[in-house]
Nanobody, 123 residues
């Protein structure tokens, strides 16, 4: 079984920054696409960002210009740099991995998920 473990969340003030990481372990994993999703209470899980096999990067409109995704395939790790955080960014952030070579923002297309890390932004 493949396991994804997120870290780096916390409580910060608006305008601050955080750096999230997600490490994959277990059997050999073809992490063609690695992505970040987030979910606030009472809301659906939503796509945040992803990076694919060709190093293309994708972002939700709500985070463009503020968040940056990167990956280290040697370490099977993906990062998300969150800058200029806003209260509306408050959510549990999940990393996900997809062995498919076709990029998608659909949650049900991803093969592996982490347990989530809480990001809370105060005003």
């Amino acid at each position: 079984q493949v396991q994804l473990v997120e870290s780096g969340g916390g409580l910060v003030q608006a305008g601050a920054s955080l750096r999230l990481s997600c490490a994959a372990s277990g059997r050999t994993l073809r992490t063609i696409t690695m992505a970040w999703f987030r979910q606030a209470p009472g809301k659906e899980r939503e796509f945040v960002s992803a990076t694919t096999w060709d190093s293309s990067r994708y972002y939700a409109d709500s985070v463009k210009g503020r968040f940056t995704i990167s990956r280290d395939d040697t370490k099977n790790t993906v990062f998300l740099q969150l800058n200029n955080l806003k209260p509306e960014d408050t959510a549990v952030y999940y990393c996900a991995a997809d062995e498919s070579r076709i990029f998608t923002t659909r949650t049900n297309a991803y093969d592996y998920w982490g347990q989530g890390t809480q990001v809370t932004v105060s005003s």
